[in-house]
């Protein structure tokens, strides 16, 4: 990649902003017209926005639910016992897949993983 100059970044930088500021205008008119179109299409139905609120319409998406994933097996996963614990932020960690950042910032510090594991 070619090293670019201070003035060829802050043309392109300008032209960034310019091309940002235009965006936002755009959005900023459709977004007028979607709430045009909108109270137009409630005054024709005889909606309110008390009636809105009333519904509990606030944010509703039409879109899909998301497909779970079926459980095989014996149907229930049973949570894992916490393993290792650090004594001052009462982090935890169950000894499974990698080492949470406290534990190798402490191991890094000079302590074993044993001086954090849970008694009992």
Not at 24 to 47: D, I, P, Q, W, Y
Not at 74 to 87: L, Q, T, W
Request: overall charge positive; charged content about 30%.
């Amino acid at each position: 990649m070619p090293i670019m100059s201070y003035d060829s970044i802050k043309k392109q930088l300008s032209k960034l902003k310019a091309q940002a500021a235009k965006m936002e205008a755009a959005e900023s008119v459709a977004k007028k017209r979607s709430v045009a179109k909108v109270t137009a299409l409630m005054k024709k139905l005889g909606v309110s926005t008390a009636d809105l609120e009333a519904s509990g319409a606030k944010g509703t998406s039409k879109r899909a639910p998301r497909a779970t994933k079926k459980i095989t097996g014996s149907g229930s996963a049973k949570p894992v016992a916490i393993k290792y614990r650090h004594p001052s932020t009462n982090e935890t960690w169950t000894g499974r897949g990698k080492p949470p950042k406290w534990l190798a910032a402490e191991i890094a510090a000079g302590k074993t993983r044993e001086d954090f594991l849970v008694q009992g």
